[in-house]
């Protein structure tokens, strides 16, 4: 009996650890399991981490490679990286750049998309940025009939001539295709001009130029009212009529823009193909508009055409736009701060 008495505690211990021996297995193995769980979740989180940072910068640099006109950067910045080293030339550059922050509070610009419509885009932009409202003659007439009308009423078929940039478009569809473009030009500039936050034109500039599509049937439709204008003005001239801004005399002037259909043939339809707008022009654009573009010409540092206004006779009520130029050919967006 005594021997059972001692056996039964033993039983029991051995019971014992042979629970805990199955329990502890099983403890291990859950814990493994934790173990496994928690690295392959820290695992998981950390590529999904990496792929949703990947995933934001090519976001970031599809958005900003899209942009035409990039984000405001220092100006003397951009300067110092542009025209590096000692040559005469990149000294005069700098030193234009110098003239322009501390004698005109120009402190940062805007890069805009160094290719054939890039005045196009750096005015209409500012139009469109500061929610400058449509020209008072736009406001009289309705611009989605000016097409039609200069067929129909004036009788220009070579129209059908008309090419669209680096797209050289011509032929019957002209009239529909310069009916987009007018209708994209009315459309946006009237939900922009009409938003009174700033920071909400901002928002919608940074969309439009974003699209190339869209951008391009804005420059066309400007460069169709260039035309317009100069028919106008044409007609005008011939009738001998009231008298006509000295711009248009300056630009029929010319051997190769005499008359509208020479203009829009060795002009106009260049536009965005092979060539920018040209100083001429520029007075014509301001004057259509009906704004004050002043234009800071760096090449031009230190001489009377360093700066200049187009067009030069302008009414007070107008509203002011700037530009930057190196050369006369690719243009960026001066930001003043006092």
């Not at 200069?150 to 478009?169: A, D, H, K, T, V």
């Not at 459309?187 to 699209?211: V, Y």
């Not at 573009?293 to 360093?306: Q, S």
Request: contains cysteine; positive net charge.
């Amino acid at each position: 009996g005594r021997h059972e008495v001692r056996s039964w505690p033993a039983a029991a211990k051995q019971s014992l650890c042979l629970m805990w021996q199955k329990v502890k297995v099983q403890l291990m193995l859950s814990m493994s399991f934790l173990v496994a769980v928690c690295w392959y979740c820290r695992r998981l989180y950390s590529f999904l981490a990496q792929l949703l940072k990947r995933w934001s910068n090519y976001l970031q640099r599809k958005l900003i490679r899209n942009l035409s006109v990039l984000t405001e950067v220092d100006l003397l910045g951009y300067s110092a990286r542009e025209w590096k080293g000692e040559t005469k030339q990149a000294k005069h550059m700098r030193e234009a750049y110098e003239e322009l922050f501390w004698s005109y509070h120009i402190k940062y610009l805007r890069q805009v998309r160094k290719d054939n419509y890039c005045v196009l885009r750096a005015v209409l932009f500012q139009i469109f940025s500061q929610g400058i409202p449509f020209p008072s003659w736009m406001k009289e007439r309705d611009i989605l009939k000016l097409p039609e009308k200069l067929l129909y009423s004036q009788g220009c078929n070579w129209i059908q001539q008309y090419s669209f940039g680096p797209e050289r478009y011509t032929g019957p569809n002209v009239f529909g295709k310069l009916r987009k473009c007018m209708e994209t030009l009315k459309t946006n500039w009237t939900e922009i001009s009409a938003t009174k936050d700033q920071e909400g034109r901002g928002n919608m500039c940074n969309t439009l130029f974003s699209d190339e599509s869209k951008e391009h049937k804005l420059y066309e439709a400007i460069k169709f009212i260039m035309l317009y204008e100069v028919v106008e003005a044409y007609e005008q001239i011939k009738n001998r009529e009231e008298p006509i801004p000295n711009l248009f005399n300056l630009l029929l002037a010319r051997d190769s823009s005499s008359d509208p259909l020479s203009f829009m043939m060795n002009h106009l339809n260049a536009i965005g193909d092979s060539v920018c707008l040209d100083q001429v022009e520029l007075f014509l654009l301001g004057y259509l508009l009906e704004v004050k573009i002043r234009v800071y010409r760096l090449h031009k540092f230190n001489t009377e055409e360093f700066q200049v206004n187009y067009p030069d006779e302008y009414r007070r009520e107008w509203n002011e736009i700037s530009l930057l130029t190196e050369d006369d050919r690719y243009y960026h967006i001066p930001l003043f701060r006092t």
